[in-house]
């Protein structure tokens, strides 16, 4: 990019040059070897089409994901929550190995061992994980600390096709070892459940999916 001083002021292509005016100055510059209709179809662009598939993909899903906890997510004090989890969709879906590249999902990817304990322990934020005082087998929650008194479990069905998400939320109290909460949804669906922890003030101590 150059600038350019002259009394006719040009705007527009000519050749292989471009005109325009960036704050206040005629600026000049060559075009864009990029070709939109040879990205489309041409094989030395196929890595990057894949990429960019899966990078919308891990996109949208972390947006779905993250919307529906908007209400909590607020209490992280986390300015680059948004990155952190982007990047946490990537490295799950990085896990899918039943899909060809370029259509592997987040959703393949929690399918695994290894996605499902990459999510549970992301922490949010300033806060704590969850997982230092619940512990989760199907619907039974197992108490391993004393410190919360009240909780909310969030179960999430999640529509990678659509980009969708159903919530159901139900308030638990944690007074006994072992609490068991609702089923939301059906078997055949698939679904995350995100947990929040409050003390005794009602202030938000723990986090995370479980």
Not at 75 to 92: N, P, R
Not at 105 to 133: A, P
Not at 137 to 154: C, H, N, P, Q, S
Not at 158 to 167: A, F, G, H, I, Q
């Amino acid at each position: 990019m150059a600038t350019y001083e002259s009394f006719i002021k040009i705007k527009g292509s000519v050749g292989d040059l471009v005109f325009y005016t960036l704050n206040d100055k005629n600026v000049v510059r060559k075009k864009s070897g990029f070709n939109k209709k040879a990205f489309k179809k041409a094989p030395s662009y196929e890595k990057v089409r894949q990429n960019s598939s899966e990078f919308g993909h891990c996109s949208k899903t972390g947006k779905i994901i993250r919307k529906s906890l908007d209400p909590y997510l607020k209490d992280t004090g986390d300015a680059l929550l948004y990155q952190k989890f982007a990047k946490l969709m990537t490295e799950i879906k990085d896990l899918d190995t039943v899909s060809e590249r370029g259509k592997r999902t987040v959703e393949n990817g929690l399918k695994t061992e290894n996605g499902r304990e990459i999510l549970n322990t992301f922490q949010f934020g300033e806060i704590k994980n969850v997982l230092e005082e619940i512990e989760r087998k199907d619907r039974i929650l197992y108490i391993k600390g004393e410190k919360a008194e009240k909780a909310v479990i969030i179960t999430l069905k999640l529509d990678s096709e659509t980009y969708t998400v159903e919530k159901a939320e139900e308030d638990l109290y944690l007074n006994q070892d072992n609490i068991s909460f609702k089923k939301q949804f059906s078997d055949s669906d698939f679904v995350l459940y995100f947990m929040i922890l409050k003390n005794e003030n009602n202030k938000i101590s723990h986090m995370g999916f479980v």
